[in-house]
T-cell receptor, first 117, second 115 residues
């Protein structure tokens, strides 16, 4: 089946620094990828849709200047958390749509645990 | 906009009890429906999915779900739960929104199975 990877799996940074998270589709191409955030004991919240060759589409309430998304190629999307603060500490997950059995299914990465000190 | 609601936030069952977790969605168009499981400390795993055809779908580990279009529901069931089923379960809807495919998750149901 389709595989999506994320790097790094875990990152700890100081407040005020920026952190880049990569999402790669390993054996298929994705013109769109999705970024989610999951706070402890809560559900996944869609943050933005990453679009290859154009600007990302952000969900309501998500600061586009803080969460920079770049869809550099058909297999890579990056999420950069700029000037990170402790409240940005969360589990960030990406997904990419792929076709299985003639329909579109989302394939999820393993997630990146961000801790901002 | 599409939305997904899971009415049971926390369910506690004894081993061998039957399980049914509710999921309702709101969206007027064609949807693909999913149930995911997240074991403690692990990432999401797909339990089962509905795209079309038979509304009763069977997934891994003995789980099944029934899509009832008239009720906008996709409830998850298992006849006899095991302690290893302790996890959080998320219902999700994949539909077209603003020209793009978009996945919306429910708030999740935490299942605790007591040996």
């Amino acid at each position: 089946g389709a595989v999506v990877s994320q790097h790094p799996s875990r990152v700890i940074c100081k407040s005020g620094t920026s952190v880049k998270i990569e999402c790669r589709s390993l054996d298929f191409q994705a013109t769109t990828m999705f970024w989610y955030r999951q706070f402890p004991k809560q559900s996944l919240m869609l943050m933005a849709t990453s679009n290859e060759g154009s600007k990302a589409t952000y969900e309501q309430g998500v600061e586009k200047d803080k969460f920079l998304i770049n869809h550099a190629s058909l297999t890579l999307s990056t999420l950069t958390v700029t000037s990170a603060h402790p409240e940005d500490s969360s589990f960030y997950i990406c997904s990419a749509p792929g076709r299985t059995s003639g329909a579109i299914e989302q394939f999820f990465g393993p997630g990146t645990r961000l801790t901002v000190l | 906009a599409q939305s997904v609601s899971q009415h049971n936030h926390h369910v506690i069952l004894s081993e061998a009890a039957s399980l049914e977790l509710g999921c309702n969605y709101s969206y007027g168009g064609t949807v693909n429906l999913f149930w995911y499981v997240q074991y403690p400390g692990q990432h999401l795993q797909l339990l089962l999915k509905y795209f079309s055809g038979d509304p009763l779908v069977k997934g891994i580990k003995g789980f099944e779900a029934e899509f009832i279009k008239s009720k906008f529901s996709f409830n998850l069931r298992k006849p006899s739960v095991q302690w290893s089923d302790t996890a959080e379960y998320f219902c999700a809807v994949n539909a077209r929104s603003g020209g793009y495919q978009k996945v919306t998750f429910g708030t999740g149901t935490k299942l605790q199975v007591i040996p």
